[in-house]
């Protein structure tokens, strides 16, 4: 069936270090994927999205690209903030369904 | 302001007994879902409406029920059969069916089993 998988974490920075987070998927045709950020007690926000393959998503400072060839759309940020500290999730969604990695803990130090 | 609400943020049940969780959209989304988190495991998919008065079943619906009377709402019933209810349950929304939409989240309701 369709999956999602993420690096393990948790993952500690330093603050203005780069950031990637790897995600790649198992899906049979051409889903949507996402990256969701959830900060302590609440739910998910979008974080950014891409619809078809060679698409990059971005929203602040945060990018992905969805690359078919390697069924993967890996996180990265260039400057990581203290701020930027929460969990992460990768998605994709086909049809009815989203399917959510486990996702990753993100801690970033002062 | 639109958005998704879950009630009540926290709560408490006994064991044995059921307890309905509150999901309120006004969105106008037609798809609705309600996932269970567990630490170290992700989001889990209870269950899942598209329209109002169908539901399915997602990969973990046993031990939980859902209506889907109204369009706005989708109650999530925890009932006794859940051996490990203990749990943070969030409920999103979608705009429709297609594959390109991405889902928009309450904040979560916390159970825990006293």
């Known amino acids: 069936g369709d999956s999602v998988t993420q690096m393990e974490g948790p993952v500690t920075l330093s603050e203005e270090a780069f950031l990637t987070i790897n995600c790649t998927y198992t899906a049979t045709g051409y889903p949507s994927l996402f990256w969701y950020v959830q900060y302590p007690g609440e739910g998910l926000q979008l974080l950014l999205k891409a619809t078809k393959a060679d698409d990059k998503g971005s929203n602040k400072g945060f990018e992905a690209t969805y690359r078919k060839e390697t069924t993967s759309f890996h996180l990265e940020k260039g400057s990581v903030q203290v701020s930027d500290s929460a969990v992460y999730f990768c998605a994709l969604r086909k049809s009815d369904k989203i399917i959510f990695g486990k996702g990753t803990r993100l801690h970033i130090l002062p | 302001d639109g958005g998704i609400t879950q009630s009540p943020k926290y709560l408490f049940r006994k064991e044995g007994q059921n307890v309905t969780l509150s999901c309120e959209q006004n969105l106008n989304h037609d798809a609705m879902y309600w996932y269970r988190q567990d630490p170290g495991q992700g989001l889990r998919l209870i269950y899942y409406?598209?329209?109002?008065?169908?539901?399915q079943k997602g990969d973990i619906a046993e031990g939980y029920s859902v209506s889907r009377e109204k369009k706005e709402s989708f109650p999530l019933t925890v009932t006794s059969a859940q051996k490990n209810p203990t749990a943070f349950y969030l409920c999103?929304?979608?705009?429709?069916?297609?594959?390109?939409?991405?889902?928009?989240f309450g904040q979560g309701t916390r159970l825990t089993v006293v």
């Open positions: 409406s598209q329209i109002v008065n169908d539901f």
């Open positions: 999103a929304s979608s705009p429709g069916t297609g594959g390109f939409t991405e889902a928009f």
